[in-house]
């Protein structure tokens, strides 16, 4: 079982910056992939951007390409979405996502952001 708490959202100008944090207890952090989805009212939740087990692989949704950032500290069982150049067209309730190997997956129970013009 693995428990995800997600911190770091907020309310923030357009232009700003917010970096999100996905802290994970349970079993072992590193084993996991991570994944920030993102939902909008009246929208479906979408995939923001995914990083893989080591770090060394990492995916963005092309309206984030160029100003998130997304990282891990395993030792620290932590996951991060830095978010830069915000619009507001990026508030949302972001959600952090760990999936292993065998599809057994977990979600965190989300976090505001809103993004004002």
């Known amino acids: 079982q693995v428990q995800l708490v997600e911190s770091g959202g907020g309310l923030v100008q357009a232009g700003g910056s917010l970096r999100l944090s996905c802290a994970a207890s349970?079993?072992?952090?590193?084993?996991?992939?991570i994944d920030w989805y993102r939902q909008a009212p009246g929208k479906e939740r979408a995939i923001v951007a995914s990083?893989?087990?080591?770090?060394?692989?990492?995916y963005y949704a092309d309206s984030v390409k160029g100003r998130f950032t997304i990282s891990r500290d395993n030792p620290k069982n932590t996951a991060y979405l830095q978010m830069n150049n915000l619009k507001p067209e990026d508030t949302a309730v972001y959600y952090c996502?760990?999936?292993?190997?065998?599809?057994?997956?977990?979600w965190g129970q989300g976090t505001q952001v809103t993004v004002s013009s």
């Open positions: 996502h760990a999936r292993d190997s065998t599809s057994v997956d977990y």
């Open positions: 349970g079993r072992t952090f590193s084993t996991y992939a």
């Open positions: 990083i893989g087990w080591r770090g060394g692989s990492t």
